[in-house]
């Protein structure tokens, strides 16, 4: 079962997050970023948070299960969708305890010009 769009913009609303929180689909999932940093995926219609040293107090009470089939397991969140302030916290408080995405490095241009025929 995939996530339904509805569910994504329910999470998104319950949230309250304006345009910091964004989401991409990604392989009939969505990630979840907060300021451009992945948090949260959305799957089965069900929020799973990353993982995190620094919210294991905000996330020890969830129940765990992974997004996908062989997956890790991770926090699932939908009991707290009904109280925004809780969720809000968890989420920017993920955003805090996650490493900076790395930079990608531009890929080196490569020439255009065929070789010649021998």
Known sequence: ?????????????????????????????YGVYLEGK????ICDNSLFIKAADGTQHLTRHLPMRPPYPGAKDYPVADE???????????LIETEKALPAP???KPKPERSRARKPKS
């Open 102 to 104: 790395k930079i990608k």
């Open 1 to 29: 079962m995939s996530t339904e769009r509805s569910f994504v913009d329910y999470v998104f609303e319950q949230a309250a997050l304006g345009d910091a929180l964004t989401c991409k689909p990604m392989f009939g999932e």
């Open 80 to 90: 707290l969708l009904d109280d925004t302030d809780a969720l809000r916290t968890l």
């Open 38 to 41: 992945i948090i949260a995926f």
